[in-house]
């Protein structure tokens, strides 16, 4: 694993299309990285606090990502469900440098 400024470097920027989620192994978590239409990264824990769902899976948009098994939908924001019924997901830094993918947990 290599390090950038205390971010860990997970994948070349290629590996990761437009529109496309992919879950990484960083520092013994699980990390669903997306790739938005416009290039822009996000990143949240990978796993659903309802039931366990991939949330790489999940459909999402510039604002929310929803997980494939029960349609909870979490934001980018601050990983809350915007249904309030069932707990948050983690948020994440991330950012592409110099065509890696970097995520800061």
Request: glycine fraction near 14%.
């Amino acid at each position: 694993m290599t390090r950038v400024d205390a971010g860990v470097v997970v994948g070349p920027m290629e590996d990761l299309l437009p529109a496309e989620g992919r879950a990484y192994a960083v520092d013994g978590k699980q990390i669903a990285v997306f790739r938005m239409t416009d290039g822009t990264l996000r990143a949240t824990d990978a796993v659903c606090p309802h039931r366990g769902g991939p949330l790489a899976d999940g459909q999402f948009d510039l604002g929310q990502i929803v997980c494939p098994l029960h349609q909870y939908a979490f934001r980018f924001t601050d990983g809350g469900c915007t249904s309030g019924e069932i707990g948050s997901v983690g948020v994440y830094r991330v950012e592409d440098r110099d065509g890696q993918i970097v995520v800061w947990v």
